[in-house]
């Protein structure tokens, strides 16, 4: 879409050169023909170091956009994000594409759905009532139970199983609340990576991203009915059993556990072969690897144990 | 059904004039040709007002029925009741209905079925492997992703998305217990009224209700895996977010938010603007708007940071 | 297979007679042509009582097995006996059985499919997108909502209802876990269970058992969005409401109820009649019939007041 047009439709005056911009992306990741935006005072300080072609900023934040960055002023920088976000949503399904792609030695149900523009690898198995979503891609080897659905775009690595009525790469839970209190979608433009050897329980929904992806790396096991928020990083061999939520943009390292119901807030950072309990809130960014937490709020395992003592001392 | 075959079904007595009875519902909600009854002590105050035609009851309230509505008297009117409401439920398919009517410039998938009876708007984009059961509406420009089961009598409005894997109008957990602990099933013969602009997430169940609706009011967004007992209202643009659970009957004003696994009983209301933190467990009706909270049992949320202040303490 | 693969794919050293080995099973139940595994110390006093034709021990355990049972020795016997559950597995589908049995009156929707080898009971309703798997068995008027996926050799009462987008039968969560942190699949080769007039919520998810079953026993009631792990057993008549979470083999007794977003850890006993608040979180058995319970750590409901009590005096 070109720069031109984007004003106009966010509401905001330009009259430089017009150009091409490709993608709505974050401060940290855009790139030269990418626009962003800054919803908050406390992403000021990335606006010098970002590399977007554009960003769409209020007036008291328009002085810190750098030369060569061009500044969309509107009133409402999230809310206008939101109202841009809806023109860079691809179509649901595409006709004009190509065909699914399907590799040899693998079997899909007469009663699956594989969009145009897919691509499925060798050996797979493909059961009844399974949607693929155009362009989506998946790796060799993996096995999709009846009824699970993949979106658009999304990618499924080699020697998966995803078990049935999952669903990979549903929007993410995203708005911009208007002052009226009327909540206008965020298209998540983004998508969901799965890595190999990763294998997904039932009635497990993953979001894909609002800009960039979803990840689950690869040998991670998640259970059945756990939600990821968009833009999660699931890493490396972790582990999230039945009834977890994990919310929006939390990172984990390598070998997290995060025990049956447990929860994470949105924006953390957990380090590798950290145990989290069943029934964890996790509210804060956990630094330091190897430990074991427990409890809303979160505390270390051991000190959850002697509050419970102290606590039934209360009523004795 | 006549109340003679009624009162036969449900082994009561009755000698009067017959008449037409088209369905069974509250006492506050049952009109003159519909049946009601009374299970508990505490409804007996709302006999006197009903404009019920007839209604359950035992040997004890009786009394309290207002001339012009048939007293039909039973041991246990709330498992009757469950008997009666069997022969109310409708069949779940109709093949002598009229095929579904879809609208200018929608697709429907040809692994999509609708059933007999079903409306569909223009402009909607229903995909593969959805349901949409009988008599069933769905309004314009709204978007039903794959293996959403949309059940009989519900009611979709305009400019809605409902994501994969979601369940509209399942039954209610409703049923009457016996004496010797076994479960009989009360029908749920109402319905789902979706109004328009709402989203909803994936593996999310919506039940329909006992009798009346279960309502989702305008502009509400409904994250994954978030639960909707019957005959809730969740008032319009409110946000349940991921792993909420809604009891039967609770009604929410307007912009209420539900953290994520926030929970609430039944039988409440809550009023407008009122936040809940995550994991929040809601038993008491709140009355006063615009508060937040937070914690099980639920206290105002600077309550809850207090607590916990004094709580960390206690393991010093 | 014959026990001389076996030891080979293990990695363990075998001499003797070869013979058939039929099925892997836990110490408890294994029969002569089965195979056993002793993974944990605690077990070994359960060695001598089981009737195993082999066991899989580590060098300390070997002394334990009993004459007659072959101890196929390795370093790591949990993890082995992960690597020997894939020989065991069934295949997904097998198109060379009998196409599916449907008895009279049946309506199978033309949307649904019904894999070989199964048998469905007669007056049932299979509505549109159901998949039941190979060798699966429903029995007599029974309603499948549309969207259920039910997997291979699982076996369903008469009598039942079983809502949209539920799986029955789906693998439990299990893996044995490398000295570098990977997780290697158990093959989950028993079964889902569920007995006459069980109703099942909406995108419930019912785990087949690692050995043996998964049991639902008849008249249970189960909301939506519940999980229950493999090889537990849910009592006859007995209430799972929604969100609930039972983790792997925790039998329950008849008529125990589960408040919504309650859980259990695995391997408990908890005894008939037993009342569990919502969002209790049981640790530990219950071995007396007919308490209510709530919180977490779990206590008897009165003294759970009485704490919630003493915590609001702390913030006054």
Chains 1, 2, 3 share one sequence.
Not at 23 to 41: G, H, P, Q, Y
Not at 144 to 172: E, L, M, Q
Not at 192 to 211: H, K, M, P, Q, Y
Request: with cysteine.
């Amino acid at each position: 879409m070109k720069i031109k047009e984007i004003a106009f439709i966010i509401g905001a005056e330009y009259h430089g050169v017009d150009f091409e911009v490709t993608r709505m992306n974050t401060l940290a990741d855009a790139t030269k023909d990418e626009i962003s935006f800054v919803s908050n005072s406390k992403y000021i300080k990335d606006i010098q170091n970002s590399k977007a072609g554009a960003v769409i900023v209020d007036e008291a934040t328009k002085v810190y956009v750098p030369d060569g960055c061009v500044a969309l002023v509107v009133d409402f920088p999230y809310y206008q994000m939101a109202t841009l976000s809806k023109h860079f949503a691809p179509p649901i399904e595409e006709s004009d594409l190509q065909p699914a792609i399907v590799g040899k030695g693998t079997t899909v149900s007469p009663k699956a759905e594989i969009a145009n523009g897919a691509v499925v690898g060798k050996n797979c198995t493909i059961m009844a009532h399974v949607y693929i979503g155009c362009k989506a891609v998946v790796g060799d080897n993996t096995i999709i139970y009846p009824s699970v659905t993949v979106y658009r775009d999304c990618k499924i690595g080699s020697d998966c199983i995803i078990h049935a009525n999952t669903t990979i790469g549903s929007d993410g839970f995203g708005f911009a609340t208007s002052r009226m209190g009327e909540h206008k979608k965020i298209y998540q433009n983004g998508i969901v990576i799965i890595e190999d050897n990763v294998e997904i329980g039932s009635s497990t929904t993953i979001d894909r991203a609002v800009f960039g992806a979803t990840l689950i790396k690869k040998g991670v096991r998640i259970d059945n009915l756990v939600q990821v928020g968009h833009n999660s990083i699931i890493g490396e061999h972790s582990v999230l059993v039945s009834q977890t939520g994990i919310s929006g943009s939390t990172k984990m390292g390598r070998n997290v556990v995060m025990g049956g119901q447990s929860a994470t807030a949105g924006h953390l950072e957990i380090a590798p072969f950290t145990t989290m309990a069943a029934r964890s809130g996790v509210t804060k960014s956990i630094k330091e690897s190897g430990l074991t937490f427990a409890g809303f709020p979160l505390m270390e395992h051991r000190m959850w144990l002697k509050l419970q003592a102290r606590l039934s001392k209360l009523i004795k």
